[in-house]
């Protein structure tokens, strides 16, 4: 029994761990075509925002995509237009970058204490946007992120539904409480998920994909 208890243990640390979910910050990625591109995350995760990269001269400078996102409230959002006050929240303005492209990470964090962070609460959304930089056309490109909602559970309905399974008069060993406890636990874990969005990318542009 033991052995079990630490078996399930070691799971439960396992499905705890932070999600990441990347997100190809292009024009070119299919899932900003549909205007209502969501990403279901849990406090903890990353969002990964890959900028655009360009390995090579085949598109003139000013034609490479470069922006300035921001995270705005829902009016803003469906707008696509941020107001003044709104500060930029990432800049995309590397698109030759010798490293590679730029990755911008946002962690969902409950509280952080400091003053120019974001402090973020489960069940609700939020929303970025970007605007280009220099002269390209006005591409709206926009994200949802709703971060799940606190999942509870009864103890008493649990009580009882372990109740039932026992013959009349019998008592539930310590370690059943122990196990049961646990497996109420494990269900309302995050389960883990690839993050990975695939994307297209236009003809001369060199974008990375998959996990980073």
């Not at 469906?78 to 930029?88: E, N, S």
């Not at 962070?117 to 992120?145: A, M, T, W």
């Not at 309905?157 to 008592?171: C, D, S, T, V």
Request: hydrophobic share 35%; net charge neutral.
């Amino acid at each position: 029994m033991e052995f079990l208890w630490a078996s399930l243990l070691g799971l439960c640390c396992s499905l705890a761990a932070a999600n990441r979910h990347t997100v190809f910050w292009n024009s070119s990625n299919p899932k900003f075509w549909n205007e209502d591109y969501t990403v279901h995350v849990r406090i903890d995760d990353y969002l990964d925002i890959i900028c655009p990269h360009y390995e090579d001269n085949s598109v003139p400078d000013a034609a490479m995509e470069q922006y300035t996102l921001y995270l705005v409230e829902h009016e803003q959002y469906q707008l696509c237009q941020p107001q003044p006050k709104d500060p930029a929240r990432w800049f995309c303005k590397n698109p030759k970058a010798k490293h590679g492209p730029e990755k911008l990470s946002e962690k969902f964090h409950r509280f952080t204490g400091f003053t120019l962070s974001k402090d973020f609460k489960e069940g609700h959304n939020y929303y970025y946007i970007s605007k280009p930089i220099h002269n390209q056309e006005d591409r709206c490109l926009r994200l949802k992120v709703m971060i799940a909602g606190k999942i509870t559970h009864s103890p008493q309905a649990h009580a009882n539904a372990q109740e039932k399974r026992l013959p009349a008069g019998a008592q539930p060993s310590r370690n059943s409480h122990q196990l049961h406890s646990l497996l109420a636990f494990l269900e309302v874990l995050p389960r883990s998920e690839t993050g990975t969005i695939g994307f297209y990318k236009p003809e001369g542009v060199h974008l990375t994909t998959g996990h980073l």
